[in-house]
Each structure stands twice: as C-alpha cells, then as structure tokens.
C-alpha cells in the first residue's frame, strides 16, 4: 500500500511538471483567438481577425519567407557536410579523434553571444558587410553539431560488414556509400536535416547579432514586435510557428515508420 | 604511413574547416580584440593592454551582473533538478502505454520557438494574464500582483527552457540502469526507498551531472529570458555583451566581457571533463 502511493505521489507531480509547461504554451493559442486589442484574460469571443492581419502583413511574410529559405539551406549544408565527418568519426581510428569529435561538438557549449560577437568581429576585419551568407555560414555552425550527434549515433549501428560485402563485390567506396550506406543512414539524415531546420528557424539570439534589416527572420521580427506590447498578433504568429514546427516533425515521423512498414 | 590514413581526413575536412575558420579563428579574434584600445572618436586600436579588463573589474557594476549571473544559473540548475528528476524517474519505472506520447511531449518543447515559450510566461505572470485573471474572479485579491520583470519571471523562462534538457540527461543515465538490481535489493530485504537511495540513485549520477553542467552553462549564456522577461535589474552577462557590441559599438570592451564568459565557461567545462568526462552530455542530445 506503501509503495502505491509513492508511486501516485510521482505521478501527480509528474502531471504537474507537464501542467506548468504547457498552461503557457496553450495560453498562447487560446489567446491569439481573442478578438480584443490586447492579448489578455478574460477572452471576449473567438475570432480569426489576427490571423487575418498576419496575413496582410508584408513585413512577416518577408520574415517567413526568409526564415524558409534560411531554414532550408542550413539543413542541406549542415548535413552535406556532416555526414563525411560521421563516417570518419564512425569508421576509421586516426589521430585525435577524440579531440576534434569534441571540437566539432563544442558549438553546443559555448554561448551563442559569444559565437554571435565572433563572428560579427571576423566579418568586420574582412571588412565584409552583413549579409544572408553571413547568416548561412553562422546558422551552418550552429546546426552542425546536432546534424553530426544524430547521423554518428545511427552510423554505429549499421554494421561495416554491409559496406565490406559491397566491397569485396567489386563497388567502389563511393558507389558503396550511395548504394549501402546512405539508404541505410537515410532517416538519420532526414532527421538531422530537420533538427537544422528547426534550429534555424528558431534561432535569436545569435540571429540578432548577423541579421539585417532585410533579412529578418521570423523570431527576430517576433522580438522587434515585443518591443511595442504583447498583442494578440504577436499570439496569432506563435500559434502558427508552434504549429509549424510541431506538425513538422510529427508529420516526418509517422510518414518516416508508415515507409518502413510498407518496406 | 599506411595509406589508408587520408581517407577520414578527407571526409573531415570539410565540416573542420567550417569549423576552424567560422568558430575557432573567430573566437581568437574576440581574444585578441579585448587587449585592443577603443579610440575616443570611436574606432578601435591595435594594442596589448588590459585596460578592458580592468574596467571591468574596477567597478561593483560589472562584476555584480556576472556574479548574479552565475547565481541565477545555480538557481535555475536547483530547480531544474527538484522539477526534473521525478518526471525523468517516472519515464523508467512507467508501465503505461502512454509513455511513448509523454515521452513525445517531453520533447516537444524543443520543437517549440524558444522566443515563444518565453514570451508566453507574459500572458501567465502579465498583470492581466491568467494568474491574476483567476485570482480577481475568485476573489482572492482585487488588484493585479505584478509578477513580470523580475527574476521569478525570468526564472519561469529558464526553467521551461531547460527543463527537457535535465529530464532526458537524467532519463538516458536512468534508462541505463539494469531494473533487476533494484529487484535484486528489495528481494534482499531493503525497501523501495531504501533501494532507490542506495541503488538506483547514485547509479543516476552521471546524467543529473551531465544535465547540471548543460543547464548551468546554457543559463549562463542566455540574452532572451532576462531581456523579455526580466525587469532593468535583473540583466545577465550576456545581455551586457549585447548592448556593447549592437548598443555603444564599443567592440574591445565587449569583447573583453565575451573573453571572461568564455574563460569561465571554460574552466568549469574543463574540470567537469577532467573529473566526469564530457561524453555523458551529448548522449541525450541525439
């Protein structure tokens, strides 16, 4: 009996954790309902009235079509590049592996401000000017290391000794990686792609620091919007990223087993 | 040399040379510029001297916001860990058939724009959002608590940040763990309690010491939370690199503060890795 209701006491504060973080995150797709001025309790009404103006809104939809295309070219460098260095990684021994695994990871544990101020300082002794390149390149470095932690994490458990039969058939690596490796590897890939573009598309505070007027993306337009107050446009616009980014991978998931059941 | 040995470096190269010339030469840059003297008339000069660190340190100003920083980051780590090790125990002792779709959800807060959950906190703690709303029509108070723009409201954001963090560290070291040993104990006489304590918790420690360390070093670097969350007194370190760097253009100054968040950062990183080693944390992670 004891022991049951330790058990219920995890339970319920388990439930409660979950509670706490998601009151906020509802509130915020409650609200971008509400037809009010501002976006606030009571809720007067259901309408679709932000959503409207968002649409009309030139200003966010550069912002969006920005973030897309930043997004999108973030997840296909992060992985082109990140897929040869998990098969090193995975696949040969050399000299300091170990050290330069970690240097590749680093990216995750040094704070953004500090990536942000750098690499601002970089492209001011070049005496380049802020650019969408400059953006790519940052949100390339960012993203490499989370593309790197899902695709080694999936190479270890493909077996070499696929690659080796493919070999000893006569295929040459380079056939060997396209025939073998890669449909093997593809769901990492797929995922390590997607997790880019989520960071990408989520990204402020570095983005901040390299973005310019024109090429804002839509967190930094979301972080100018606050400046004024929360209104229940800024509601309406995180409602449609919380979807976004939510439905995203949810949607790549299922479709991702529905394939591998079909298989 | 065997032969073999161009291949992984030639795979490497690449993403190293990505990253040794976007994030290695960059932050020696930031190094370097620190020791640069800042001309009156606004542009920077060569130099080798300390004077930006000694602005720093010369003042209570400066060194009070990263000591508040530091503190906010133990905080935040403490209540990452009161919040987080139950739900993470939870995850490995769970029967349920839900457990994939909480386990989901523990991870969706990832997917969700982090400037998002931040500024959804002004909607709960807002002086017409739902905590007030709720306790005005029950009566309880008759005027609005102010709950934003202090550091409460700050820490509301850092925890729901930081929080899936701590969860799958201690999660992926608990999920590590042989369940027969717990059995083991308690068919030897200890019970569930006894067993947890002597078992299954010091067993755990690897991942809620990958999480701490991930937690406190992520909270250290954080310019959001304070800035949308927090109040005028309630800035942390990086919030201070902003306003230098975007705000006065004063790059060596900034660039001293960028350098001693770094050096801090990097002598608690270090010890952690000299003594518990690195690898724990990027466990979770994929």
Known sequence: MKIFSGWSLIRGYTLLVYLWMFTPIVAVVLLSFNPQQFGS???????????????????????????????????????????????????YDFWGKEGLNTLLLAPIMIPEVVLGVALLLFI??????????????????????????????????????????????????????????????????????????????????????????????????????LRNSISPEINALGAVMIVLTVSLPLAAGYLSRKFARGN | MNNKNWKPWALLSPSLSAVFLLLVVPVCFVVVYSFWLRAPNGSDIPAFQMGNYAKFFADTFYPSLLL????????????????????AYFFYRTESRFKPVLMILIMLPFWISFII??????????????????????????????????????????LQYLLPFMILNIYVSLDGIDKSLTEAATSLGCTEWQAFREVTLPLSLPG????????????????????????????????????????????????????????????????????????QIFKSLR
């Open chain 2, 208 to 279: 809620v010491s990958a999480g701490c360390l991930l937690v406190f070093v992520l909270t250290c670097g954080t310019y959001l939370p304070p800035m949308i969350l927090g109040g005028p007194g309630n800035e942390m370190i990086a919030n201070l690199i902003f306003k230098r760097i975007i705000g006065t253009l004063d790059w060596p100054f900034g660039s001293a503060i960028s350098t001693i968040l770094l050096g801090l950062l990097g002598v608690i990183v270090y010890t952690y890795n000299r003594y518990l080693g690195i690898n």
């Open chain 1, 41 to 91: 309790f009571p809720m007067d009404g259901f309408s679709l009235k932000w959503y409207g103006k968002l649409l009309h809104n030139p200003t966010i939809l550069t912002a969006f079509k920005n973030s897309l295309v930043l997004g999108s070219l973030t997840a296909v460098f992060a992985t082109a590049i990140g897929i040869p260095a998990a098969m090193a990684f995975v696949r």
């Open chain 2, 68 to 87: 508040r920083t530091i503190r906010v980051a133990l905080e935040t780590v403490f209540i990452c860990l009161a919040m987080g090790y139950v739900p």
């Open chain 1, 124 to 225: 001011r002794w070049l005496e380049q000017p802020k650019s969408f390149l400059l953006l790519l390149i940052g949100h390339v470095v960012l993203t490499l290391p989370y593309v790197l932690l899902v695709v080694q994490a999936r190479l270890v458990g493909i077996r070499r000794e696929y690659e080796e039969a493919a070999l000893s058939l006569g295929a040459n690596p380079f056939q060997t990686f396209m025939e073998i490796t890669f449909p093997l590897l593809a769901p990492a890939v797929f995922a390590g792609m997607l997790f880019a573009f989520t960071i990408s598309f989520d990204d402020v505070t570095a983005t901040l620091f390299w973005a310019t007027a024109r090429n804002q993306t839509v967190p930094v337009q979301i972080f100018g919007m």
């Open chain 2, 117 to 158: 959950r931040t500024l959804s906190w002004i909607n709960i703690l807002g002086d017409s959002g739902l905590i007030n709303h709720l306790l005005m029509k029950v009566g309880i108070i008759s005027s609005p608590l102010s709950m934003l723009y202090n550091e409460g409201a700050v820490l509301m954001g850092l």
